[in-house]
């Protein structure tokens, strides 16, 4: 049986996958079973923030698995701490790290120390009046956990699966979430850059005055950064973009660079103790090695100003397909290496992302109405103009 063969009798069809293989990859280059290259422009969906089969990844990665991979979090594991380091130095902040899986656990971990920490007083002694609820917004997308899909702002998710954990309630836009306040509220989570609800940048100024007014209320700032997070937005954090100071952040997709790693980082050190919260994976050798040589790739491409200059010359680039094929695209959105058209109707993107893999380019679908865009961010300018060659190519038969 081939691949579509056996996975059409032995995986569940939770995926409407295309019919194509990749065997093997190289930066922002995919080849597939037929031995056909294609330039990815989507990254795995915003995790090989280094590119395929990163030889310095590569490297470390065989180097520690040829010592230990795994031990579990009940002994000291050097590369969880060097990791947790370099995302605390990398995001400026005062914080402390919590190691999982993926997004959806980080977001899980965020949820529970928001709640623990709603449920203290002052004193950190069992609080009178219990905040537990946390507002996100309508289009967010937060994770498939049972909790996390119930935080994911759209209704269309909450089919099928509940009852849900309580305490979520949704705000139509950043100005909306004051109303929603009240004395049981104990955090507000949002994308600074809705990914998968279609490449949505909030608007400073309100990012701004919500965290002035969290701030003022006592209320907790939650930023999901694990789509914008590890570089993807051209900082670290979206949160230092925004220029804000949030209490918890969540990361995952792009730190790890293909290898699975979910990530909490916290101001609030003192919330969780020893039994809170836990992960048998979280953390391991082989994942955390992992995120600090991702770490160190990217500390250095911003550092040396090669991300800056990739991001401006992918967006001069998207501007020009933008400008000549106007007549699909209503407008160019996104910030960084995170970017997007926003595409007449649904059909006409679902055909646009069907042709450019035809063409040797892959690009992703965001929303209902949203073509997306998330290279590696070690694309080269060769791929980026091979990449959207394909693409003009591929307009000609939408
Ligand atoms: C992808 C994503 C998640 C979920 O991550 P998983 O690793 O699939 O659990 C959560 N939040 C945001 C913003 C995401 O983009």
Redesign the pocket.
Known sequence: MNTKELNDKYLLPTYARANVEFVSGNNATLEDLNGKKYIDFTSG??VCSVGHANARVNEVLCSQLSKITHTSNLYNIAPQAKAAQKIVEASGYDMQCFFGN????A?EGAIKIARKWGGLDENGNDGEVKRYKIITLRHS????TIT?VKATGQESMHNYFGPFPDGFVYADNISHIEDLLDEHTCAVMI?LVQ??GGVEPQDKDEVKALEKLLKDKGVLFIV?E???GGYRTGEFLASNVYDISPDIV?L??GVGGGIPV?IVMTSLKGVLSAGDHGSTFGGNYLSSSAVCEVLEILNGLKSEGKLQDTIEYFNTKLEIFYMSNQKFFTSKVGIGLMCGLRVLDAQTLTNIINNAREAGVMVLKAGRNTLRFLPPLTITKEEIDEGFKALNSAMSRV
Do not use: L, Y
């Open positions: 969906i915003g993926s997004g959806a656990e977001n997308f937060h994770g498939r996390t994308e990914g998968e999901d694990v789509q914008t969540t995952a997709k979910g």
